[in-house]
Structures are given as C-alpha cells and as structure tokens.
C-alpha cells in the first residue's frame, strides 16, 4: 500500500480512539479492558494470518523476541499511560506520550545508527510547541505537585516502553519475520502480560454488555490495534522513524477536529495557533530535503554538460581526422 495512505489512516484511526476509549471507561477495570482489546486483536490477526498462510510457528528465540515486544508495546506502555490518567489530564498525558518522537528518534540512533537531521529537529520542535499551545489552558490550570510530576513521570516511562516496542518491531521486519505474524504474537503475550497484572492486584474480569462498550471494544481491537498498528508499523521500516512518528503529534488534531464535530467544542486562539504549528512541523518533517533536490538537479545539469562536452568533443576529433585524410 501507497505510504501516504498508511500515514492518513494511522493518523486518523489513532485520531479517534479517544472517543473510545471513553467508552471503555466505568464498571470494566482498565487492565481487564486491555487484555479484552489486544486478546480479540491476537485472534483476529491468527485467523488473517492462517487464511493468508503466513507462518505463524517460529523459533524459542523467536518467541522470545516477540514476548519482549509485546509487553513494551502492548503491556507496560498502556498500563503505564492508564495509570498515568488518574494521576493528570488527559491533555499533560498527550503532550509527555508525543515524546515518543524523540524517544525514537534518539533510540533509532542508538539501535540502528539512523542519523538525526535539522529538519527532524525542527519539524519536532514546531510539533511540540503546536501541543503545548492546543492545550495550554488545561496546562495553566495545572498545579506542579507530587502527584503531577508522578502521573508524568509514568507516561514518559509508558512512551519509553512504547518506543522500545516500536524498535523491536524494526528488528522483526529486519529479521524479514512477516508482521502481521509478528504482531499476533506480540498482542497475544501483551494480553497475558496485562492479565498477571490484573490478577496480582486482584482486578476482577468483568464484562459489560452494553453496546457502547462492546462497539468501542470492537473499534479498538479491530482498527486501534489489528488496523492501526499494521498500517504504523509498516511505516517505521519504510519511511524511518522519524517520519512515521510525527504522527503521534497529529492525532490530537485530529482528536480536536473530531471532537468539534461530535462534541460542539469551541474553537479559540490557543487551538488555531497550535493545530497551525502541528501542521507546519508535519509539512517539515514529511517534506524531501530542499538540499538532496537541489544536490539532484545540480548532478544531473553537471552529467548533461559533461556529455555535452564529451560530443563536442568527439566531433571535432572526427573533422580534424577527415581533414587529415
């Protein structure tokens, strides 16, 4: 599938998943709600990955990778973020988990050599700046206590999980271990993982029946987690981690459009100067180097004079042999 395409549907499925996740919110513990999520995501990825055939039987060294992946990306990192929320809003939590651009920026160095560019660091820095402007009012109203700087300290550990998975992943597809198969088992030890978690702080595995919760369930497992960390995924080894990880600077925008659709919120100075900063930091991290085009253009108008040249060249070589003869 076409980058561009992955990119728009990441965006906009992670975008949305707030308004579900609102859902999965009341009588069903958190941790409970995440094993439900990412256990029916495992199944349906075996039973894509069965009717694909693709291979779903690895090696023990294999499965260990695939364990570690799993509960960075799909265990400790949403544990972590829920935790995080009854510490702080919801806006502090956005803007420590857009972090993980950095977060992988600097890890993709480290695990993979990837170099770090200007336009990685501006087109950040303006994403950053667009966050914090977008929910500078909730921000304001914030007071810097213990139980601030805890729920942020979790959420910057969450997104460090998180990014840890998202290099693990890298390997995989480096490994050439396919990724839908990859990640069936990364969700299935996820949902384990959370399940122990959930036992040992004696959570109960209850059910809601209602339809709100059952859609929102199916929404998150079907496109938050099969759909979603596909399409995500699939970008990080394609267009590197800098790139595919600005998206997560964009889906509080589109939360916010969302939101004014479904929730009539009122749009005021802080939301268009930061929505126009996030866009901005998008369009330089996203953009092709002026620099490599202009390096381009100026080899190719160097080759064309130098064959031009090389053919005035051999034709005067050609008279001065007639002339001779």
Known sequence: MNNTFLYIVTVAIWGSTWIAI?????????EASIVYRFGLAALILFAYCKYKHLPLKFSLQNHIQFAIFGITLFGFNYYLLYSAQQHINSALTCIAFSSIMFFNVFNA??????????????????????????????????????????????????TLFASTGNMLSMRN???????????????????????LVAIVQGKSFNFDYSFSYVSSLLYLSIFGSVIAFGCYLTLLNRIGTHKTSYASIMFPAVAVIISTIV???????????????????NLVVLARPKKLKATSNQLNSTNEKDLKESIESNLNQKNLNTEAL
């Open 22 to 30: 609102n859902y999965q919110l009341g009588d069903v513990a958190a």
């Open 109 to 158: 160095r480290i695990w993979y050599g990837t170099k770090i560019t200007k336009q990685v660091y501006l087109g950040g820095a303006f994403g950053l700046i667009g966050i914090v402007t977008l929910f500078w009012p909730q921000i304001n109203d914030t007071k810097l206590g213990a139980e601030t700087l805890l729920g942020l300290g979790l959420c910057v550990t969450g």
């Open 173 to 195: 597809q480096k490994l050439h271990l396919p990724l839908m198969s990859a990640n069936a088992w990364g969700m299935l030890y996820g949902s384990i993982f959370m399940a």
């Open 263 to 281: 929730e009539d919120f009122s749009w005021t100075l802080f939301t268009v100067t930061g929505l126009t900063f996030i866009v901005i930091g």
